[in-house]
């Protein structure tokens, strides 16, 4: 723990603007020790003092431009130390502070004591402020900063647990809200993403893409932990910026924030022993060359860690790299109906493994159809009357097996109305205007699979 009382007699004899004494260096050398598994960093200036000197505990690969740490900062014109709980300004956090707002920042300390408008630093939120006209206690200051570093550690640790909840355990054997495919494709295809850390799973809408994406996590994991998990859904106007990084306006002009996938990243890198997932809604409805950019490359299985770490578009210094770490798995999930969207293009598509799902009415969801208190001549007309049809459509030269009819539209439970009323509004104002859509020239076919899905007399 570096000597207070030392920090601010040293930073008493710096001058602003002029060069830093030696005084100065000897003190940064005796004291930048690592402090309770932190990094301690100390800045009287670089090459010239600086008005405000600090003493910042970092870990988690945070930094003083980017990220969150506790710090002490010394404004000696006022002669105040401040305990802080400190909020880079270059760029915005990547992770914040639990309950910032019970706390002033340090901009409001200045104004409600009418010290004007602080140098630097005025976003950081204040734990303690001391008076450095009063003699110091380094013990209870001490004290300060290891309770201030307790919530810290708290800031990086966001398991499920963080609420006291027991976090099931998941396998897919014993899961009684099971996807609806079969043990062996869902066991492959876990097996597939542990290899290739990126897959697309890809099918017609409706067979619950995104609901075994989700599920695919649990069973890596090991426990249905939803706090490893991040979903987004790509659109038209989805860019670099907000994946990545970006120029975006604020209050002082702009500043290049972190886009979610940088930011996801970044969580994963502070727990290399965690397993994350993102998972991409939609991925071929956004313009994925351009919002993917240098990933083309970090998300390679082969490519992932440091050791090929690059300059993003937005980076600054030399030094400011970004990786991809080998703990995050990236699922996509890809709508083959839509006849408006363009392929992937090839580069992307040698990054991912692709994965083919079809309906599949069998036992799981029956089961499920049961459990919706579904009698057991509905259950057997859904499965068979449906299957029929996508038979049919998947035998159709101009449709193929991405048109078919999937799960989703029958998953919500009759509830209140009888389940004919149920199946009968299903059919008139969503599978018929499906069907319309798919045979546009061919009115007869559509009233054909009508037939065959008729409420059973």
Known sequence: MPNITQFIQVANQQTPGQNTTPSALAYKRENEIPFENLNVKISFGIGSATYIPWIAYLGYNQSVQRGIYPVLLFYREFNLLILAFGVSEKYEPLINWQDPENYLTISNYFEQ????KPRKYGNSFIHTVYDTNQ????????????????????????????????????????????????????????????????IILQGPPGVGKTFIARKIAYQIMGQSADAFIEMIQFHQSYSYEDFIQGLRPTVDGFKIIPGVFFRFCQKAIAHPDKKFFFIIDEINRGNLSKIFGELLMLIEADKRGGKYSINLTYSEFDDDKFFVPDNL?????????????????????????????QPDYGDN???????????????????????????????????????????SYFCNSPNTITEEIWWREILEFEIKPLLSEIWFDDANKVSDMMQILAYPD
């Open 113 to 116: 004591n009418q010290l004007g």
């Open 135 to 198: 003699p110091i206690d380094e013990t209870l200051i001490q004290q300060q900063i290891i309770d201030l570093t307790t919530f810290y550690y708290a800031c990086f640790n966001p398991t499920p647990n963080d609420q006291g909840e027991i976090v099931p355990v998941y396998d897919f054997d014993t899961d009684p809200d099971k996807p609806f495919i079969t043990r062996e494709v869902f066991i492959k295809t876990t097996n597939l993403l542990k290899r290739k850390r990126n």
């Open 329 to 357: 798995f990236i699922i996509g999930t890809m709508n083959t109906a839509d006849r408006s969207l363009a392929i992937v293009d090839y580069a992307l598509r040698r990054r991912f493994a692709f994965v083919s799902l």
């Open 365 to 407: 969801f029956r089961n499920f159809l049961i459990g919706n208190q579904l009698s057991q001549i509905m259950v057997n007309h859904i499965c068979s009357s449906v299957t029929e049809v996508n038979n049919i459509i998947n035998e159709d030269i101009n449709l193929g097996s991405g048109f078919q009819i999937g799960h």
